[in-house]
């Protein structure tokens, strides 16, 4: 029997061709979606960095992409030595969340030199003057730091905010006694 | 947010065109050769192919490139389209089905691909002009009535009772 004389042959080459079709473009579309839905991470720059103040001293240094930076500050006993601007953050893109965290102070809590420092205090103020929050680190003439914490604050496009320190060692504190305080701003997009 | 268009939406719809058809030519497989559906499904399966390459090779090629590429293979399967319409035309004589194939085919399947390759100029920062956006709108009311009038009863009457008188 040929093929041919079957009579629902176009039918049947119709269906198939419409089955297959079905097949390819359900698969094809499967494809382009796993495509779409492809994670994918771009570099950019971040949003917010730090920036040279005003009261910046050319012996510290600021890291590559303004990301990080390091700051050697002084401490005079029994008075008071306040840095007005030596830091600054920008903003470069969207409104976002702020707050400076402690990661570490390496005059642990315990060591007698820590008596030594009355307070470090680092104050975030916004374009305005605002202050918007800050890290005191104290010791009321203990050996303990007392462990400082800062909510999240809303930062606007294009601002720029500065932050102050100030610093002060105990009377009669012993001279180069070095505290290292590491501190993260975190940035909520 | 919507996701935006990516080059491989192309191909995408060039494998839909050539997959349709595919299914035209089985249709009207009287006036075509009868190969040419399942030639059809092999273009459409090797745009398939070729959606499977740019997936895995994703970082590799760069936009540009992916979009090159895509856009190739659905002027391919455009050209196809306005191709079976002068076979229709130039070759088999048939003037009616040419006219319905512009119609039906040819004209919405060029106005679509028109459609997503501006929007995707768009959205990738390459503005057409404003003669060109204006003249795409011109031409596409243009077609539609002129496709309107020769689809309509009357004319289509006309047309078959010219036909009957030749005979």
Redesign the interface.
């Known amino acids: 029997m040929e093929l041919r004389k079957i009579p629902f042959r176009r039918p049947l080459k119709l269906l198939f061709l419409l089955l297959t079709s079905m097949l390819i473009a359900t698969a094809s579309a499967a494809v382009y979606y796993s495509l779409v839905m492809q994670p994918s991470v771009t570099i950019t720059a971040a949003v917010v960095a730090f920036k040279e103040g005003s009261d910046w001293d050319g012996s510290w240094s600021m890291g590559t992409n303004n990301t990080w930076c390091r700051l050697a500050l002084k401490a005079y006993p029994n008075a008071t030595l306040t840095y007005d601007e030596p830091l600054n953050l920008t903003n470069t893109g969207a409104p976002v969340t702020i707050r400076l965290r402690t990661v570490s102070i390496s005059l642990a809590s315990g060591n007698p030199q820590v008596s030594n420092f009355t307070f470090i205090n680092f104050t975030l103020h916004d374009e305005t003057g605002v202050i918007k929050g800050s890290l005191n680190y104290t010791t009321s003439g203990t050996d303990t730091w007392s462990t400082p914490s800062m909510g999240f604050t809303a930062m606007d496009a294009s601002d720029e905010w500065y932050i102050a320190i100030q610093t002060k060692a105990a009377a009669g504190a012993e001279a180069n006694i070095v505290a290292d305080i590491e501190i993260a701003v975190d940035v909520q997009e | 947010m919507a ?1 935006e268009l ?1 080059p ?2 192309f ?2 719809l060039g ?2 065109l050539f ?1 349709m058809l ?2 035209l030519s ?2 009207l ?1 009287d006036r075509m050769p009868k190969a040419l ?1 399942y030639v059809y ?1 092999i273009a ?2 090797a ?2 192919g070729h ?2 390459v ?2 895995n090779f ?1 970082t590799v090629f760069g936009d540009y490139m992916r979009f090159w590429y895509c856009f190739i293979y659905l002027l391919v399967s455009l050209a196809n389209i306005v191709a079976v319409n002068i076979y229709f035309a130039a070759v088999k004589k048939q003037w009616t089905l040419a006219k319905v194939w512009f119609g039906a085919v040819s004209f919405p399947t060029i106005l679509i691909s028109v459609f997503f390759v501006s929007d995707y100029c768009y959205l990738h920062g390459v503005h057409f002009p404003p003669f060109l956006q204006i003249a795409l709108v011109v031409s596409a009311v243009i077609m539609g009535t002129s496709f309107a009038i020769l689809l309509s009863t009357k004319t289509l009457r006309s047309q078959s009772k010219e036909e009957k008188e030749v005979r």
């Open positions: 996701s990516l491989e939406f191909a995408l494998i839909d997959l595919s299914l089985c249709l497989d559906p499904q459409a399966l745009g398939f959606l499977l740019s997936r994703f």
